[in-house]
């Protein structure tokens, strides 16, 4: 063999080397394409996975602004009691619905006239949030509102206002106005992190939407839902979650009882009897990092939120929303981009112009709503999340700050009491 068909041949080989390399690659990027093809499928238009935490903070963009109209198509009753109604909602104008995140809420507007007791009494408009029970869909939303009793201590108090009108007066044909949904409380859509999803009494609902968007769109991926409730009077959509668990391998579901009735039988009505704790979830969740999802009354979340932390749970893998006059405090809480939080101990007077009160502020309270509450200041609110605008007061003097931008719009010079701290001295119209 001569030397150059030596270097031919050696020419030749390179060169098919060289082409069963770039197949290889080509073939690589192909099956990459059509993973990501099929994942991006699996969620919701616009559902992307929240890299940055600005994003996931921001949720959902208002698909339309100001109110709409949607009509009552449907009242369902989800527990033994009725103290539970899950109401489906179709927009009047029949466009279309954006898909939400798992987990939002819509705010709601009713125009309540005169009680029978003041008949001479204006009409008065409240402003609510309920949370989406459902997952997206593009012809119906549906929330789910529990009838707000008075409260045990005090029978002869009033029981809530907008959660008896819809039991009692909001029937199908009814016209409601609504705005987009929102709120910063929603899944993670990451498939490769098990989800815990904890709801204490109506904090079912919002994991109602989340639990029904893993199954649909994520059905590998581990789900643990606990449910804390007292007795079968009260379990919401058990025959639902029943049939999601029988249908769902990846789906573990945990129904604790503190109060069972006498018919109540443990593993059949319930797998658990107590609470919804910490030493429950040690017992139970296999180890390994888990991001976790609370949504309940004031007393769980005051317990068992600041218990995850202390557990060992990172506080990007902790989510809560309360329901009522619920605080959480978790260490880390941070500032808007630019704008970092006043210090925990720092003081701050704060004058009440339509009140006549001077107060001070010591960080003792998680917003300036829970801080007037308890200096027996009495000011509307709804949400209690930034979501309605019911207690947007006018900042007379001084700077408010948030942990993380309000869904709803601000007014120039006004504040959110329910979500605002103090940053300076300040002079509010309260």
């Not at 025959?239 to 990846?250: C, F, G, K, T, W």
């Not at 880390?332 to 009440?352: I, N, R």
Request: charged fraction near 20%; include cysteine; aromatic fraction near 6%.
């Amino acid at each position: 063999m001569t030397s150059l068909e030596l270097l031919g041949l050696i020419t030749a080989a390179m060169l098919l080397q060289l082409a069963l390399g770039i197949g290889v690659v080509l073939r690589r990027r192909q099956a990459g394409s059509r993973v990501a093809q099929r994942a991006a499928a699996s969620l919701p238009q616009g559902f992307a996975g929240p890299a940055d935490p600005a994003d996931r903070a921001a949720g959902a963009s208002s698909a339309w602004s100001g109110w709409r109209e949607f009509r009552v198509v449907q009242r369902v009753l989800e527990d033994a009691q009725g103290s539970q109604c899950s109401f489906h909602l179709q927009p009047v104008d029949g466009q279309p619905l954006p898909e939400f995140k798992p987990g939002q809420y819509l705010t709601v507007r009713l125009d309540l006239g005169p009680s029978a007791g003041s008949p001479g009494a204006p009409s008065h408009t409240l402003t609510r949030c309920y949370s989406l029970s459902e997952e997206p869909r593009p012809d119906a939303y549906r929330i789910t509102i529990k009838r707000v009793p008075a409260p045990a201590e005090h029978p002869d108090a009033r029981p809530g206002v907008v959660s008896t009108h819809f039991h009692d007066h909001v029937q199908v044909g009814d016209v409601l106005r609504m705005k987009a949904p929102a709120g910063h409380f929603f899944i993670d859509p990451n498939p490769d992190v098990p989800v815990v999803l904890i709801g204490g009494g109506i904090g079912i609902t919002p994991m109602m939407s989340m639990l029904r968007w893993c199954v649909q769109h994520q059905p590998q991926r581990p789900v643990h839902l606990f449910y804390g409730l007292r007795s079968s009077q009260e379990h919401a959509f058990r025959r639902v979650l029943e049939d999601l668990a029988a249908s769902a391998p990846a789906l573990r579901l945990h129904i604790v009882y503190s109060r069972p009735g006498a018919e109540d039988l443990l593993g059949r009505d319930y797998q658990h009897l107590g609470h919804v704790d910490v030493d429950l979830l040690r017992r139970t969740l296999p180890p390994g990092r888990h991001q976790f999802y609370v949504c309940g009354p004031a007393a769980m979340m005051q317990t068992l939120v600041p218990a995850l932390a202390d557990w060992g749970v990172a506080a990007a893998d902790i989510h809560c929303e309360a329901f009522g006059p619920a605080s959480v405090k978790l260490p880390g809480l941070p500032g808007l981009p630019g704008e970092p939080m006043a210090a925990a101990t720092a003081s701050f007077e704060v004058k009440l112009q339509r009140s006549g009160r001077t107060l001070t502020w010591r960080g003792e309270e998680t917003s300036l709503l829970e801080f007037v509450e308890r200096h027996g200041v009495e000011v509307a609110s709804g949400c209690r999340s930034g979501g309605c605008g019911s207690c947007e007061t006018r900042v007379l003097e001084g700077r408010v700050q948030y942990a993380q931008a309000p869904d709803h719009e601000v007014a120039p010079g006004h504040c959110l009491l329910c979500v605002g701290r103090p940053a300076s001295a300040l002079v509010l119209e309260a």
